[in-house]
């Protein structure tokens, strides 16, 4: 039977709504062989690379995400998995500087100067999905903006930029930074900080005078600090009331 093989298995036909009302209206338009089952059920393979949909009452499709349809096929930027073609990432980010996208407030500005930036970072992508620079450059932007949801889809885009494992040393400090100060904007301090002590351990050099400084490292550092201080004390504070209460509802006995 049609309903025991592997794709209709995965994904079942559903009826479509109202279809007994439609039926004999259906079988007039379309002939005997008329149906109201249509697509409403769509599932991953088990590799996550296929894409099944259910159409009528006996069909499934089954689509690659890998195939020549795909972005990455339609606009490869690597050379057989490996290196990037050359010039490709970098001179369409450098058209970004040279329109002086990136010269915006980094303490607060104009938000539609971000959005922006992520507007065209994401054009980009599209062609160049891989480029760990438009990556980071649109991780930054999300940071910046402050919008609701941006430092989840900015600490997304800085993993996705480590996975190419970048070599330049620069760039993956600057990039570690940015993936604590996104675990940071969402509230997972401790993660956060210690992010930044293995960051520090690897360049200790940047340690330096990070108390004081008033860049970006020093300012995250010690916003950071801070947070972190206010835990302890909440923490202690809990301790101190748990201990109170069970004190107080400690049982006396009678002489």
Known sequence: ????????????????V??????????????????????????????????VGTWFNDHAYSFSLEGDGAVHKAFPNKIDGGAEVPGGDRAYYDSLVNRKVFIYDTEGGDPAAYTMAIHLLSKGLQKYPYSSLLLRARADALLL????????????????ALLSKPEDANFYFNLRVSQCEALHQLGQHQSASHLME????????????????????????????AAMQRRKRLD?????SENSAGQTARPTTDD
């Open 18 to 51: 109202g279809w007994r009302n439609r039926k004999k209206m259906n079988a007039r338009r379309r002939g005997p062989f008329s149906s109201s089952i249509h697509t409403t059920c769509v599932s991953f393979g088990s590799t996550g690379k296929f894409l």
């Open 198 to 225: 293995e960051v520090l351990k690897q360049f200790p050099k940047m340690r330096e005078n990070i108390d004081n400084s008033g860049d970006k490292l020093g300012k995250l550092y010690q916003s950071l600090t």
């Open 236 to 240: 202690q504070l809990d301790k101190e």
């Open 145 to 160: 903006r402050k919008w609701k949801g941006d430092e989840a889809f900015a600490l997304i885009d800085i993993e996705k």
């Open 1 to 16: 039977m049609i309903w025991q093989e592997a794709q209709m298995m995965l994904c079942p036909p559903h009826l479509d």
